[in-house]
T-cell receptor, first 112, second 112 residues
């Protein structure tokens, strides 16, 4: 079956530092990837996505990197703020019925 | 925020009782999904719908049924609730293809 995992379950960073959250995936046919942010008591919130024909994509303070060779995805958050504290998930799909597979998440804590 | 409303937001019920959760969208999206979220697991797909009256099973569909009689509504039913179905349930919507899923804020269901 699908396997989407994260290297670290928790991450603590100082406010203002950059954060890097990693994700490994196992399905080489996956062609679309998403990062979500989930705050306590809320649903996952879309942050940024990337398609397999790209290696890098940038948003506002966030960058996603995709390394298809080693099936690895990362989310970089620049100048991390207290409001970035949340659980971050990666998700992948091989576009089979638009079904996504989600990792278990990394809990990011920003230290003021 | 994507126009997704889940109801109820919280529910406590007893083993053996039927339970129906509702997801309502105002985005006219074709795809709708039901997930459950449990500690130590990523979001796991229960059922999904790819159109009115068109549904399919996900990886954890046992004990659950769904219905979609209108584009905007997707119902999840637990015919006879069990304690193992205590969880947080999320509805998601998508336009399909390589488009992100957007989530509601969840229903916290406790079965005693």
């Amino acid at each position: 079956g699908e396997s989407v995992g994260l290297h670290l379950p928790t991450l603590s960073v100082q406010e203002g530092d950059n954060s890097i959250i990693n994700c490994a995936y196992s399905n080489s046919a996956s062609d679309y990837f998403i990062w979500y942010k989930q705050e306590s008591g809320k649903g996952p919130q879309f942050i940024i996505d990337i398609r397999s024909n790209m290696d890098k994509r940038q948003g506002q303070r966030v960058t996603v990197l995709l390394n298809k060779t080693v099936k690895h995805l990362s989310l970089q958050i620049a100048a991390t703020q207290p409001g970035d504290s949340a659980v971050y998930f990666c998700a992948e799909t091989a576009n089979t019925g638009n079904q996504f597979y989600f990792g278990t998440g990394t809990s990011l804590t920003v230290i003021p | 925020d994507a126009g997704i409303t889940q109801s109820p937001r919280h529910k406590v019920t007893e083993t053996g009782t039927p339970v129906t959760l509702r997801c309502h969208q105002t985005e006219n999206h074709r795809y709708m999904y039901w997930y459950r979220q449990d500690p130590g697991h990523g979001l796991r797909l229960i059922h999904y719908s790819y159109g009115v009256k068109d549904t399919d099973k996900g990886e954890v569909s046992d004990g659950y049924s769904v219905s979609r009689s209108k584009t905007e509504d997707f119902l999840l039913t637990l015919e006879s609730a069990t304690s193992s179905q205590t969880s947080v349930y999320f509805c998601a919507i998508s336009g399909g293809g390589s488009q992100p899923q957007h989530f509601g804020d969840g229903t916290r269901l406790s079965i005693l």
